[in-house]
């Protein structure tokens, strides 16, 4: 079964106070694993797709990276503006029976303070 | 551009009672889908559809109900109430099946009593 594991569940930040947050996964085949951020009392903003280990993606202050059996979500010198929840999820590829559908983990509450 | 639009945003009700949460996108998306978001624990998929007139089962699709009959619609209907159907319920849709790319509606915020 596939899983998706966030940590920590929480996080608080000085500004400017750099950080990672972690994302472990099992899964048989995977064919890609996503981030997104969601704002309190609104819905998940998609903010990036790794398909292979080794993979980075980068957007402002954050980068996303990839290996075999985790991501890490690299938070560079946070603004309070990056308060969020971030969510990571898993999607397996064609050989499985979940093929298409996304598992997500319970995510990781980030608040950064001025 | 209005994106993935959810109706009701809070919604209360009493064991037993049916409902309908509406969803619309007006992306031209082929792909929809339901999940329920619980404190401590991720979004879970209740009911997808690939296209008009096609739907499927997700994770926790027991007490739901849905139907597809326009690409734009993608209702999700609760039979009869229960306590355990507390949450919130966000509304997805994608391009195409398979992208993981979702586009999230704003969330309906659901209590039953």
């Known amino acids: 079964e596939d899983q998706v594991t966030q940590s920590p569940e929480a996080l608080r930040l000085q500004e400017g106070e750099s950080s990672s947050l972690n994302c472990s996964y099992t899964?048989?085949?995977?064919?890609?694993l996503f981030w997104y951020r969601q704002d309190p009392g609104k819905g998940p903003e998609f903010l990036f797709t790794l398909y292979s280990a080794g993979e980075e993606k980068e957007k402002e202050r954050l980068k996303a990276t990839l290996t075999k059996k985790e991501s890490f979500l690299h938070i560079t010198a946070p603004k309070p503006e990056d308060s969020a929840t971030y969510l990571c999820?898993?999607?397996?590829?064609?050989?499985?029976?979940?093929?298409?559908?996304?598992?997500f983990g319970a995510g990781t509450q980030v608040v950064v303070t001025p | 551009n209005a994106g993935v639009t959810q109706t009701p945003k809070f919604q209360v009700l009493k064991t037993g009672q049916s409902m309908t949460l509406q969803c619309a996108q007006d992306m031209n998306h082929e792909y929809m889908s339901w999940y329920r978001q619980d404190p401590g624990m991720g979004l879970r998929l209740i009911h997808y559809?690939?296209?008009?007139?096609?739907?499927d089962q997700g994770e926790v699709p027991n007490g739901y109900n849905v139907s597809r009959s326009t690409t734009e619609d993608f209702p999700l209907r609760l039979l009869s109430a229960a306590p355990s159907q507390t949450s919130v319920y966000f509304c997805?849709?994608?391009?195409?099946?398979?992208?993981?790319?979702?586009?999230f509606g704003e969330g309906s915020r659901l209590t039953v009593l």
């Open positions: 559809s690939v296209g008009a007139g096609i739907t």
């Open positions: 997805a849709s994608s391009y195409t099946t398979g992208s993981g790319e979702l586009f």
């Open positions: 899964v048989s085949g995977l064919r890609g």
């Open positions: 999820a898993v999607q397996a590829d064609w050989t499985t029976d979940s093929w298409g559908k996304l598992q």
